[in-house]
């Protein structure tokens, strides 16, 4: 069945069946999808990074029905029903779905009514009253009583024929996938609220009594109800939409032959068609539908966790800067930590600016001190507890001493904790208090978000909804692809990279990740790749796996320090020769290399892809495809909700996208909500398509409810506001229509987690009437490294720029976009 499945996955992704068939030939033999989508395009005829994740998820999904098709067929044989006929439709089974219908009947299962009816010799009544409507059932019925067998009189002997029926209806494979996708495009989700629940459910209010078509669910409101139900608040029922309620039970007739033709036994027939639709084909389609609606939720909210995470990996390095982290808090202090430009810690210390201590000068002085001490340029602030007034310290350290020229910027510290309490953590700065690693961690995430996430595991990283409801396994699988293709899309300095982070490189896992940490500390820095084959378990797969992802800057080779894989350093060679110049002056010559004509450079072995993608490189070498780093100016004087007024135009950071709309922080200790139909003009199908977490936009504010802590934007500058009935803007519609109970600002808003600064779990639930979102925080429990509870959902965001204006670096501060909208973690 290869064969199959490599043209069914050709079909799919719309290419040839020989580039389907290349890949897997490439992954089946250990190759990773960043070394095939970078380094095989010639072989798989330039498939690139996404197509491979998707021929390599339905590899899996396929490969895996085989599996089921081979059991299915080995129990149909071993219980000797297995013909050519039946084999033909388990072979031409196109799901597993499909599958699993066709074998029910066959299924092992506990003894059923109809098994029992069976064995009491009733199934010829059950054949007779089917294939002849002209007889009566009482007066056939009567011949087949038998107390010995169990059955007592007539009517005992027609509840046996018709549970031998109910379940031949019920298990006929082309019949339920014909009802499975009526009801499919014909059915509805009704929720409604269980008795007693109104005052405790409230956060599901939206949903007391609801109801809505499956193929008009998005998957934030099917997360919500089933978790509605989950939490002992909803009950939810499958059921056709009341207009198309009748058009199930006549095909289920029509299959069979069952007519009223006035014959005795059609009404018998009739109940029995009845009988088997409602009690058990449509309890059996909702199951399959709940599971169906659940599956596209899940795969949603993995896409957007996926997504998100992309994009803050991907977010602007501030680069090799010497940093100052400031990890905020109250009655323990502000925990402060100075890193150089390659990330190492220099100097700690804690100061106490806010209540209950109020040492505001003294801490501006300490600052001063260590900031001109180390040549600091950056003052990264943790966006946790105290964010807000410790933004107002760096602020004022940025008036008091401009000679400083710092720029100050808001940092998301999610997942912090989880880092500093790990045994890398431990490993990497050994002696330094838990609490102080925080600021190590912040301060690193400004100069290369990307090199200090990956410490993390990336479920802790909180840009995901619902997450403690989605699969583990299926996340998990997402979220390390993703990391895993960002890594190698940017390259790593093997000479400086951190083991975790050269663990996500192509071809090398933990172990070997140890082994190059190692090798290095004790032979010194690597001076060219082919050093790398030194390395205590680095073979030659690895080696070519590995090698074009590994950066070696300033070493013998120019070359090493691009993403020239060693095996093409012969074309560069045929290059430079046709260039008449060394490598030193071709690297960075865009006129010279531009004259060059790929085409001549082609051999056996080296397509043309590759030749293009060499002069590429040479052309800029080690380009790195994150953008360069900004920040946002947040407007002076608008530092809470209270300071918003209509009309007003700010400049925001994306902090997060989801399917109905962008959420921008605009530095007020809550994120406003730009709804998909007020991010453009025109008509928005995705909101990804026009913005991207870490965007820095203009907006104007159409609508404030400070009670509510609901800000509404807009991204359409130029349209005049229409009020509508209720109040509601027409290009504001999505703050009203999201509803945030546990949104506000840290001080005002309580959560719940699995403890501090990681993977809280939220209580809300998302969709609204299909235009937001409702939220409502829970109780967190924990202590954060401050040694306070802390209040979430919300940070204050005020960063700066230059000698003191306020910003944000783009993309610095999007991991926490669901969390401080009230959305983290779920």
């Not at 939206?206 to 909803?234: C, M, Q």
């Not at 090199?451 to 840009?463: F, M, N, T």
């Not at 060499?614 to 300071?643: H, M, N, Q, Y």
Request: glycine share 10%.
């Amino acid at each position: 069945m290869t064969t199959t499945i490599h043209q069914r996955i050709a079909e799919e992704l719309g290419v040839r069946e020989r580039q389907v068939t290349a890949a897997v030939e490439l992954l089946d033999g250990g190759a990773t999808v960043p070394f095939i989508a970078r380094y095989r395009k010639e072989v798989t005829g330039t498939l690139d990074d996404q197509q491979l994740r998707t021929l390599e998820e339905r590899l899996g999904y396929l490969r895996e029905l085989e599996d089921r098709r081979a059991a299915v067929l080995e129990s149909i044989r071993s219980q000797g029903k297995l013909d050519e006929a039946l084999e033909a439709q388990v072979l031409a089974a196109d799901s597993k779905a499909r599958l699993e219908d066709i074998y029910l009947p066959y299924k092992p299962k506990r003894r059923t009514r109809a098994q029992i009816a069976r064995e009491a010799g009733l199934e010829p009544l059950a054949e007779l009253l089917l294939g002849d409507p002209t007889r009566d059932p009482r007066t056939e019925a009567a011949a087949y009583v038998d107390a010995d067998k169990g059955v007592a009189d007539a009517a005992a002997a027609l509840d046996g024929a018709r549970a031998i029926l109910v379940e031949r209806f019920a298990e006929d494979a082309d019949l339920i996938g014909e009802l499975r996708e009526l009801m499919w495009t014909k059915g509805r989700l009704i929720a409604k609220v269980r008795d007693g629940q109104q005052t405790e459910g409230a956060k599901f209010a939206d949903y007391f009594d609801f109801a809505e078509a499956y193929t008009k669910l998005p998957s934030h409101r099917i997360l919500a109800v089933f978790r509605g139900e989950k939490e002992n608040v909803l009950d939810l029922t499958m059921e056709p939409e009341p207009e198309d309620a009748s058009s199930f039970e006549p095909r289920i007739a029509a299959r069979f032959g069952v007519a009223d033709h006035g014959r005795p036994g059609d009404k018998w027939l009739a109940d029995t068609v009845r009988w088997a639709w409602r009690t058990r084909i449509l309890v059996h389609l909702g199951a399959d539908l709940r599971l169906r609606l659940w599956q596209a939720a899940e795969d949603e909210a993995v896409r957007v966790f996926a997504a998100n995470l992309r994009d803050l990996l991907l977010a602007a390095p501030a680069g090799t800067r010497a940093t100052m982290g400031l990890d905020p808090g109250f009655r323990t202090g502000v925990k402060v930590a100075v890193v150089d430009a390659t990330g190492k810690c220099v100097a700690t210390d804690t100061i106490y600016p806010h209540v209950p201590r109020n040492q505001w000068d003294e801490s501006i002085h300490k600052l001063a001190g260590l900031a001109a001490a180390h040549g600091v340029e950056l003052v990264a602030i943790g966006n946790g507890t105290a964010s807000r007034e410790t933004d107002r310290l760096a602020a004022d350290l940025i008036k008091r001493h401009p000679e400083l020229t710092l720029t100050k910027v808001m940092v998301s510290e999610a997942g912090a904790s989880v880092y500093s309490a790990s045994p890398y953590a431990s490993q990497e700065l050994p002696g330094l208090d838990v609490s102080l690693r925080g600021a190590v961690s912040i301060a690193r995430r400004l100069q290369d978000p990307l090199a200090e996430l990956v410490k993390i595991d990336p479920r802790s990283i909180g840009v995901g909804q619902y997450q403690h409801d989605l699969s583990e396994l299926k996340l998990s699988k997402s979220l390390d692809a993703v990391v895993e293709d960002c890594v190698n899309a940017v390259g790593v300095d093997v000479n400086t990279a951190s083991a975790p982070l050269l663990t996500r490189v192509s071809g090398i896992g933990a172990g070997l990740a140890e082994n190059i940490v190692l090798h290095r500390d004790a032979n010194g820095p690597f001076r060219n790749r082919s050093a790398l084959k030194q390395v205590a378990r680095l073979g030659p797969k690895a080696f070519e796996q590995c090698a074009g992802f590994l950066r070696i800057p300033d070493g013998d080779d120019p070359l090493d320090a691009s993403s020239v894989h060693p095996e093409s350093y012969p074309v560069v060679r045929t290059i430079l020769a046709a260039a008449g110049s060394d490598l030193r002056t071709v690297i960075g010559n865009s006129p010279l290399l531009r004259g060059l004509k790929p085409d001549r450079f082609v051999t056996d072995k080296v397509g043309l892809p590759t030749v293009t993608d060499i002069l590429r490189e040479l052309e800029k070498p080690g380009r790195d495809p994150r953008p360069a780093f900004t920040t946002a100016t947040f407007a002076e004087g608008v530092e809470k909700i209270a300071d918003l007024k209509p009309g007003m135009i700010l400049e925001g950071v994306v902090t997060n996208v989801a399917a109905f709309g962008a959420f921008v922080d605009v530095g007020v200790h809550q994120d406003g909500l730009v709804h998909v139909s007020a991010l453009s003009n025109t008509f928005v199908q995705d909101p990804r398509d026009v913005v991207k977490s870490g965007d820095v936009v203009k907006v104007r504010v159409v609508e404030v409810d400070e009670a509510r802590k609901r800000i509404s934007l807009t991204m359409r500058l130029e349209d005049t506001p229409r009020r509508e009935p209720g109040g509601r803007s027409r290009d504001g519609r999505g703050g009203q229509d999201q509803q945030r109970q546990g949104g506000g600002p840290r001080q005002g808003q309580q959560r719940q987690g699995d403890g501090p600064r990681q993977g809280q779990q939220r209580q809300g639930q998302q969709g609204g009437q299909r235009q937001g979102e409702q939220r409502q925080g829970g109780q967190r429990q924990g202590q954060p490294r401050d040694g306070q509870q802390r209040q979430g959902g919300q940070r204050g965001r005020s960063g700066g720029s230059g000698s003191g204006s306020g910003g944000s670096f783009n993309g610095g501060a999007m991991a926490d976009a669901l969390r401080r909208a009230g959305l983290a973690k779920d």
